[in-house]
């Protein structure tokens, strides 16, 4: 008995207590995009995932020639934020925005053939940009090259207008920007692991359909379309009165706008609420208060900031050193001035154009009272009807409206009050302010 107890207690102890501590796991994260929210959201994203998942090292996949300099910026602050040590491999590119998310990274690996640089600061036609941006990627590029320990000079470099630098892998290696050229992220496993056995765990494994579905609504076209269904839903709703498709529009376009932004802790309560003061001021001022004023020029102010700030984390207006800065609201900013812009040009033209057409009576409440059908407006003049007979064409209570032996109809009311059907014969006694005053004959 004691001898089984003891080749028991043996094989116990044979057995390691965690299986991850006899590997090295490589937690891969895919980022062969633009570089945007979405990029953001997805680095953020598998950073959280990897240190749930307990990986030894982050390796991102990198393949971008570049994007948004604000969501580079954030990539880069979580990245030197993240405990665990993160590799690079640029698995072709990493211009631009891409060059300052690898030289954050722990260590660079580059495929043969890649290229990292080229960090100029452009506008969307691709004209470099005023000083005062290169100034400030200057500065990102050299503090996070000295945050890891690469030549700040090399990084000032590659943003520079006039000979912008670009490295290919060896020239990278000979100046201490990657540390090896590798063919595969496995290779980058295989080299950074030694001796030690590895495993890479890919973040699409770990993501759920829910987190695929915040990924692409958070795509910066689509959020572009969500806010001019929001801005041209509200302008038609307002033209054509009556809760009908425009407004139906405008909800489902600020519900798909806001409710990834809100799941990712972009937008936060209070920018929700700064939305719906807005649209409640803009409704005040169309409403109950005459002629543009106050309301709705702070009305249009809160709608336009809260789109713009739901855009941004709340994080990136503090830099590392914990300085304040309003630069990252730049971009989105702008992005919601054109969006509302083009969605109040748009809606315009969309009016013009269905108003023409059968289509626009089940968008809208169309009816017009026609003269030729009896109508008639309120005019002066009805003192030539005093006197004569008219029949009354809606029940009167004791208002309603009349008809004339002309067949106009009029707006009349009882002098004497009372309830006269329709049909019955009416004197009228007076005419006011185009309205008729009869009795009962």
């Excluded at 520079?160 to 020239?171: C, G, I, R, W």
């Excluded at 980058?188 to 759920?208: C, F, H, Q, W």
């Excluded at 315009?348 to 407006?377: N, P």
Aim: aromatic share 8%.
């Amino acid at each position: 008995m004691k001898r089984l107890i003891f080749i028991f207690c043996i094989i116990l102890a044979s057995i390691p207590v965690n299986a991850s501590d006899s590997l090295n796991v490589f937690y891969r994260i895919r980022l062969d995009q633009d570089i945007d929210k979405a990029a953001q959201r997805l680095v953020v994203l598998g950073l959280e995932k990897a240190e749930k998942a307990g990986a030894d090292y982050i390796l991102l996949d990198l393949d971008t020639y570049g994007g948004a300099v604000d969501a580079a910026d954030s990539i880069r602050s979580a990245i030197l934020r993240h405990d665990k040590p993160v590799i690079a491999f640029i698995n072709m590119q990493a211009a631009s925005a891409g060059a300052l998310i690898s030289i954050a990274c722990d260590s660079i690996y580059m495929k043969t053939g890649s290229s990292i640089g080229a960090a100029t600061v452009v506008d969307q036609t691709g004209a470099v940009m005023p000083d005062k941006y290169q100034s400030f990627m200057r500065g990102m590029m050299r503090s996070t090259a000295a945050a890891t320990g690469r030549d700040p000079l090399i990084a000032e470099a590659m943003v520079s207008a006039d000979s912008v630098l670009s490295l290919t892998p060896e020239e990278a290696v000979k100046v201490g920007y990657c540390n090896g050229i590798c063919e595969s992220a496995e290779e980058v496993a295989s080299l950074v692991s030694g001796d030690k056995p590895y495993r890479i765990r890919n973040m699409e494994d770990d993501m759920t359909w829910f987190d695929k579905l915040i990924q692409i609504l958070l795509n910066p076209i689509l959020q572009s379309i969500f806010m001019m269904m929001i801005i041209g839903g509200i302008f038609v709703e307002i033209r054509t009165p009556g809760i009908g498709l425009p407004l139906v529009t405008a909800i489902v376009g600020a519900v798909l706008y806001f409710a990834p932004a809100y799941a990712e802790h972009l937008a936060e309560n209070w920018e929700i609420l700064l939305f719906v003061s807005g649209l409640i001021l803009i409704a005040l001022e169309i409403f109950v208060v005459t002629g543009f004023g106050v309301c709705g020029i702070l009305g249009i102010i809160l709608v336009i900031a809260s789109l713009s700030l739901a855009m941004v984390d709340n994080v990136e207006f503090r830099s590392l050193d914990g300085s304040f800065s309003l630069k990252p609201l730049l971009q989105p900013l702008a992005i919601v001035v054109t969006s509302c812009t083009a969605a109040a040009f748009g809606s315009i033209w969309l009016v013009s154009k269905l108003y023409r057409t059968r289509s626009f009576d089940h968008v809208a409440l169309r009816q017009e009272m026609k003269a030729d059908e009896g109508y008639t407006g309120v005019v002066s003049g009805l003192d030539v009807l005093v006197g004569s007979t008219v029949t009354v064409f809606s029940d009167m209570r004791p208002g309603g409206k009349v008809q004339a032996e002309d067949g106009h109809i009029y707006e009349a009311t009882l002098k004497f009050g009372g309830f006269a059907a329709k049909g019955t014969r009416l004197r009228v006694l007076n005419a006011e302010q185009g309205r008729l005053y009869c009795e009962v004959i």
